[in-house]
């Protein structure tokens, strides 16, 4: 079993509840939307960020997961799955979760409208909690997600190489989520701001460990990952690991490497050239590395909540992220 599976059976009531909670309120009198939504959520994904709303709240509520925090975690569930559904759309993706995406079965029109009512539905269900906070968390977080993406691809058309700017991008279109996620989870249990301050600080370094072990993927060869080696440089996207070493400039190549780099469109020899380059100068355990610091001080934090199996799981799921395949 893995630490995920033994978190998913520490809350599995409440995971039970909050998948009733998602497809009863993407139920519609319309057939096709519905047979879409029905294959759509045959594959539920991980359901990380939920979990983090509802070890959030047994965390700072002393156990307690009510109505309340499913409606959150249901909120941002589907505001992360529209988000996918959109993405899909723009990258033309055919497979996720080793399933045909929606815009491959049906077309990208529905997909966006598909993927337009999950953003409708996660709204709704953010203002069930009749919290204001929580529906602003979540209505911005929606913004947050766009800006970072926008951010991204700014930072690759101009070529800005900048760990900082990585950094920053990263918090945007990955960390906000995190963050949202326990944000949320506390406020519907009516916990206190100083201990939400804590958990928000710990899921700050926990989402940036999750993109940063999402980008080392894309430096190897799986079949189990979903895309091919190298997506990101077709991107123009240059992560941590490339990062890295091609601010290392004492490194042989670097000013060659650079150069490469900031050319507009890349053919597959040259990202395989720049991907060797920086797994040989280091920057593949220069990104484990990081993650590791970041661990540190994410498990540091914890520090203030006493021993139980919620803080633990915290621990595990952070573990998890670093430690996963796929």
């Known amino acids: 079993m893995t630490s995920l599976e033994s978190i998913q059976q ?37 359901q990380i960020r939920p979990i983090l709303v509802m070890l959030s709240a047994r965390l700072l509520g002393n156990g307690a997961i009510n109505d309340d925090v499913i409606s959150a975690a249901a909120g941002v569930e589907m505001l992360h799955n529209a988000s996918l559904i959109h993405d899909d759309v723009v990258d033309d993706t055919k497979l996720r979760r080793d399933r045909p995406t929606i815009n491959s079965i049906w077309d990208n029109h529905i997909a966006v409208l598909v993927g337009d009512f999950f953003v409708s539905t996660a709204l709704q269900q953010a203002i ?17 997600l766009s800006l970072g993406e926008i951010d991204q691809i700014y930072t690759a058309q101009n070529h ?13 279109k990955t960390a906000s989520l995190f963050v949202s996620c326990v944000e949320m989870g ?28 999402d980008d080392i993927f894309d430096y190897f060869e799986d079949p189990k990952i979903g895309k091919p080696t190298g997506n990101d440089l077709r991107e123009g996207k240059v992560t941590l690991p490339l990062l890295h070493v091609l601010l290392q400039k004492d490194l042989p190549d670097n000013e060659k490497m650079t150069a490469l780099v900031r050319k507009d469109n890349l053919d597959n020899d040259e990202i395989a050239t720049l991907i ?45 992220i670093i430690a996963r395949d796929y």
């Open 10 to 46: 520490l809350i599995a009531p409440e995971l039970k509840a909050l998948n009733e909670r998602i497809t009863s309120s993407l139920t519609t009198s319309n057939q096709l939307l519905n047979q879409v939504v029905e294959t759509y959520l045959k594959t539920k994904g991980k």
């Open 128 to 144: 069930l909690t009749d919290d204001i906070r929580i529906i602003k968390t979540l209505s911005n977080l929606g913004k947050t």
């Open 160 to 172: 800005i190489l900048s760990e900082k700017a990585y950094m920053g991008i990263i918090s945007a």
């Open 186 to 213: 506390g406020y519907a249990i009516k916990a206190n701001d100083e201990a939400i301050m804590i958990l928000r600080q710990f899921a700050q370094l926990l989402g940036l460990c999750f993109q940063i072990r």
């Open 276 to 320: 060797g380059y920086a797994r040989q100068h280091g920057g593949i355990e220069y990104a484990y590395d990081t993650m590791q610091r970041l661990r540190n001080q994410a498990i540091e934090l914890l520090n203030i909540f006493p021993p139980s199996d919620t803080r633990q799981a915290f621990i595990s799921i952070f573990d998890y």
